[in-house]
């Protein structure tokens, strides 16, 4: 395996020694370089272009926020994790940088437990870091010998009566914030069937983001509470830290927000909602499985196939991390498999 090289860039010597000593202390990484701030951070890459750098947002002589184009423009291939505060001003610039191309975020550590949030700090990170090792695996030489080709994935039609589909589900996490804001953003404003949208991030983070979606989409997008009515043509964003359901009202559906523990490490978890929509619409659902590291979504998605539903996988080539469509795909459970552009494109075609 060809390991990583990293630059931290932080103007704080703390977090930069933490995060450092983390990367350091990882398999599969080759070097770890530090930077004070994003004119030091251009630099040292003109000199010795790394792999993977963390970049914080707050920091003097030139910000995070002000680096990340730079960057996306001089070393296309360098993944960018941004470093936020966890505070509703954090959030929001986290947002536009995520949307500016960021590969993910992370938060900084609390200072009163400092140790818990170090451990916390390096399995996410090592988490993130792990697609990145995974496509530098070097792959064994190819055998003179033909292998047999892969059995074709199971693909069922559209039901024949399309009005059957009553709701659209997406499970998304890496890369999500800037996939479904392109996503978003090309639905008609008739759009005649609800949206509920498990993305995985922290508190805070998933209200920032429904605010930043609600800007640039047709459609009304919010952050999800408890007793909401699930109406067509709205968007419904699953709050960070919390599970939502679909759950049946006394006027129609509505949803619920639970403190139910995590699901395959996920908290709010696509498998969750997944499960509560085939439920409560008797499976005529369209489930759309995104961009995302894990497998979150999978289970759900194939309750929702079998009971009739429709399972749409995002493609590799448009996804930032092909993770959770990738088990989608290998259990055979996807109805198609689409690009992003193509994916709003199709919907419209349905629901539009």
Do not use: W
């Amino acid at each position: 395996m060809v390991g990583l090289s990293v630059l931290v860039v932080d103007d704080s010597a703390l977090y930069r020694k933490i995060l450092a000593d983390l990367f350091s202390a990882m398999d599969g990484i080759d070097s770890v370089t530090r930077a004070i701030n994003g004119k030091d951070a251009l630099a040292r890459m003109a000199e010795k272009p790394v792999d993977l750098v963390t970049l914080d947002l707050e920091m003097p002589i030139l910000d995070g926020l002000a680096t990340l184009p730079q960057i996306r423009a001089r070393h296309p291939n360098a993944k960018v994790i941004i470093v936020s505060a966890y505070s509703r001003s954090g959030a929001e610039v986290t947002m536009r940088a995520l949307e500016a191309g960021a590969f993910d975020f992370l938060t900084k550590p609390d200072f009163e437990d400092l140790e818990t949030s170090q451990a916390k700090l390096g399995h996410r990170l090592t988490a993130m870091i792990q697609p990145m090792l995974q496509t530098r695996t070097p792959q064994p030489e190819r055998s003179t010998q033909r292998s047999p080709p892969p059995p074709p994935v199971s693909v069922a039609p559209m039901p024949m009566d399309i009005r059957m589909i009553r709701a659209v589900g997406i499970g998304i996490s890496t890369g999500g914030p800037s996939a479904l804001a392109r996503l978003l953003a090309k639905l008609n404003p008739n759009f005649s069937r609800p949206i509920l949208v498990v993305q995985h991030m922290p508190p805070l983070f998933t209200q920032a983001l429904a605010e930043s979606l609600d800007r640039q989409s047709k459609l009304e997008v919010v952050e999800a509470k408890s007793g909401q009515t699930v109406r067509a043509g709205r968007v419904y964003v699953a709050p960070g830290g919390a599970q939502m359901c679909v759950d049946a009202g006394d006027n129609g559906e509505i949803i619920r927000i639970t403190d139910d523990p995590p699901e395959v490490f996920c908290k709010p978890s696509a498998d969750y909602l997944f499960r509560s929509m085939a439920r409560i619409y008797d499976g005529r659902v369209m489930a759309l499985v995104m961009t995302g590291m894990g497998n979150d979504g999978n289970r759900g998605a194939q309750l929702i196939k079998r009971r009739g539903g429709h399972v749409i996988a995002q493609d590799e080539a448009s996804c930032v991390v092909f993770g959770m469509p990738r088990e989608v795909i290998r259990q055979g459970v996807a109805s198609e498999i689409l690009s992003l552009e193509e994916i709003p494109n199709v919907l419209n075609r349905y629901f539009g």
